[in-house]
């Protein structure tokens, strides 16, 4: 049976985070098919799960239903906002200051070797100071909890922004933590 809008916009889908991660993947929010399907990425053009393996940070190809499995290769998932949209473009400011109360309460207890934001729009809503201007990939200046920042490409399939191979080599970044 399919689920409605508001049953799936009541939805939250679990963090997954384990003792000892190494990086900490932060996405805006989840997706109505996520939180439909019970598992981060879900969305059917979202590129995050091939660029995991191709990128060599897991050691075989995983999809959105082995999502839990991410602390095995001392990776975790959560998002700065839990409530689940269709698109960003309707998520609060609030929403943003409340989400990144609770990341850096996640940060300081699982204290990640790195912090890795999905998207240029997280970074933006973390660091006011960085509104306008060109925010480049990779690692930044900045750091939460004391813990580096980096920024990747959001691999939603609506990120027309960046080619797979830009995305591939901002992941690459990541490889040389721990």
Partial sequence: MRQSRGTLSRKRLTDHIG??????????????????TGHHFAGYSNRFWKLLFDSKLVSEPLTYRDDWRLPDWGLGLTNIIQRPSAGSDVLKPQEYTAGRKRLMATVTRYHPQ??????????????????????????????LADRPVFVLPNPSGRNAHYSYRTMLTAFRTLKGLG
């Fill in 19 to 36: 003792p000892g991660v190494r990086i900490l993947f932060v996405g805006i929010n989840p997706g109505l098919r996520s939180v439909a």
């Fill in 114 to 143: 790195g912090v890795a934001l999905l998207g240029v729009t997280i970074y933006r809503a973390l660091f006011p100071d960085h509104q306008t201007g060109r925010i480049s990939l990779g690692l930044q200046g900045k750091t």
